[in-house]
């Protein structure tokens, strides 16, 4: 159980594109999903969290313009990187938190999306 | 006081060996601690986890040792096996919050 998945896997476009990145909660409820950056050999860094149906929490240095995230639905949240450039490449996660009455619920995560932009 | 810190970042284990990873945070406000085992070009999977009132917790061959009062925690891989080579991440959730504060990471790799 507790199954994310994440689309595209990989994506290459030109600069100046945006691009969509699907998160979906395959088996169960997610009131709260994470957007997570990681670079090559390093750890993850968060760069926002997505509660269904309210605006994104994002991290300070992190540009809510450029990274914009929506939180449809309780199973499916979207990253778009708008104007993409080569300094946007990078390996992109999601995870997701099951409704709870216990708060500390483990973070399940998707098997991320390589973007590469050219 | 909100970093956790982990080591080493890179081990080498002989096939059948014990494995250790260390992680010391600051901030005595964390009440979960969970270990994630990332493969290459995959997401984080969650390995086990740990509440603080709670010393010491197995799931097969591995093991999260949790010691409150040096705000420390580890995981120990049993029987260290090729296929656990991978990178392992420690981590800390603060009370309140769901966010998720990582550790740096440790690439594992078990020599068969």
């Known amino acids: 159980g507790a199954v994310v998945s994440q689309h595209p896997s990989w994506v290459i476009c030109k600069s100046g594109t945006s691009v969509k990145i699907e998160c979906r909660s395959l088996d169960f409820q997610a009131t709260t999903m994470f957007w997570y950056r990681q670079f090559p050999k390093q750890s993850l860094m968060l760069m926002a969290t997505?509660?269904?149906?309210?605006?994104?929490?994002?991290e300070q240095g992190v540009e809510k313009d450029k990274f914009l995230i929506n939180h449809a639905s309780l199973t499916l949240s979207t990253l778009t990187v708008t104007s993409a450039h080569p300094e946007d490449s990078s390996f992109y996660i999601c995870?997701?938190?099951?409704?709870?009455?216990?708060?500390?619920?483990?973070?399940?995560f998707g098997d991320g999306t390589r973007l590469s932009i050219l | 006081q909100q970093q956790v810190k982990q080591s080493p970042q890179s081990l080498i284990v002989q096939k059948g060996g014990i494995s250790i990873i260390n992680c010391a945070y600051e901030?005595?406000?964390?009440?979960?601690f969970p270990w994630y085992q990332q493969f290459p070009g995959k997401g984080p999977a969650l390995l086990i986890a740990?509440?603080?009132?709670?010393s010491e917790k197995k799931e097969g061959r591995f093991t999260i040792s949790f010691n409150k009062s040096a705000k420390q925690f580890s995981l120990h891989i049993m029987d260290s096996q090729p296929g656990d080579s991978a990178t392992y991440f420690c981590?800390?959730?603060?009370?309140?919050?769901?966010?998720?504060?990582f550790g740096t990471g440790t690439r594992l790799l078990v020599s068969p």
């Open positions: 981590a800390a959730q603060l009370t309140g919050f769901q966010k998720l504060v």
């Open positions: 997505s509660n269904e149906g309210s605006k994104a929490t994002y």
């Open positions: 901030n005595t406000a964390f009440d979960y």
């Open positions: 995870s997701a938190t099951e409704l709870s009455e216990d708060f500390n619920q483990p973070q399940h």
């Open positions: 740990i509440r603080p009132d709670v």
